[in-house]
């Protein structure tokens, strides 16, 4: 497959963005990776995706499609040849996009708005809100799982790269503010889950280094709360 068949635009430090690039590895696509700085959104960026303006986007015959869990089932779909990546029982697949979108709607929200507020007793209620998605993921695992490596069975699939998309933010999160979410006392299974998944071959290398990531946490966190501060 030439490169130019499927292009992905994406920024390394973008757990969405992950999500696409996780996909393609699944399924072995070769694709022409286009870094975005999103400062400011660059002309490639509104062109592809016009109503939204954000990472990532997949562009396949020069056709966008946006919107990263979108994207999953379409790699998923398009490229059907490959390891499925949703599960092929109707019920199972409906259970998993509503656990992925459970994690949509609570856990990157929270996260950012504990960087966003400034005081201890403000992040309070958004940290007890990562803390109930840990406790029900930990709950879900089990009942998705069946007793196997991930959420999907035996390998990845599409519920675990919703989820295991956040651990780098995760693990800045309990940097920064010295709490640990991810414990083996209340949630052992997803703590072995986490290391697995971080492992797998088409994870290796993707998740984004701690390091890398607290260099930008005080440049996102005023930009954060700088977009707050203008509504």
């Known amino acids: 497959m030439a490169k130019s068949e499927v292009k992905l635009i994406g920024k390394w430090s973008s757990p969405y963005a992950m999500r696409v690039k996780i996909a ?3 399924k072995s696509l070769q ?48 490229w059907s040849t490959g390891p499925s990546i949703l599960p092929s029982d109707p019920y199972d697949r409906a259970l998993a996009r509503f656990w992925a ?9 929270s996260m950012k708005n504990i960087v966003i507020v400034e005081g201890e007793e403000e992040r309070k209620p958004y940290f007890e809100v990562l803390e109930e998605v840990v406790e029900r993921m930990e709950d879900a695992f089990g009942k ?34 010295e ?24 994870v290796k290398g993707l998740i984004p280094e701690i390091d890398k990531l607290v260099e930008i946490f005080k440049p996102l966190q005023i930009k954060w709360r700088a977009a707050i501060g203008k509504k």
């Open 24 to 26: 393609l590895n699944i």
């Open 31 to 78: 694709y022409e990776l286009f870094e975005e700085t999103l400062n400011p959104k660059s002309h490639f960026l509104l062109q592809f995706n016009p109503v939204y303006g954000k990472v990532p986007v997949l562009i396949h015959h020069d056709r966008p499609i946006c919107e990263s869990l979108v994207i999953v089932e379409y790699i998923d779909e398009t």
């Open 101 to 109: 979108a459970y994690i949509d709607d609570k856990w990157f929200p």
């Open 144 to 177: 998705c799982s069946k007793g196997k490596p991930f959420f999907a069975g035996e390998r990845v699939g599409f519920l675990d790269i919703a989820f295991g998309s956040f651990l780098g933010w995760l693990s800045l999160i309990e940097h920064i503010y």
């Open 179 to 202: 709490r640990k979410l991810l414990v083996e006392a209340k949630a052992p299974a997803l703590v072995k889950w986490a290391e697995r998944f971080a492992a797998d071959p088409a």
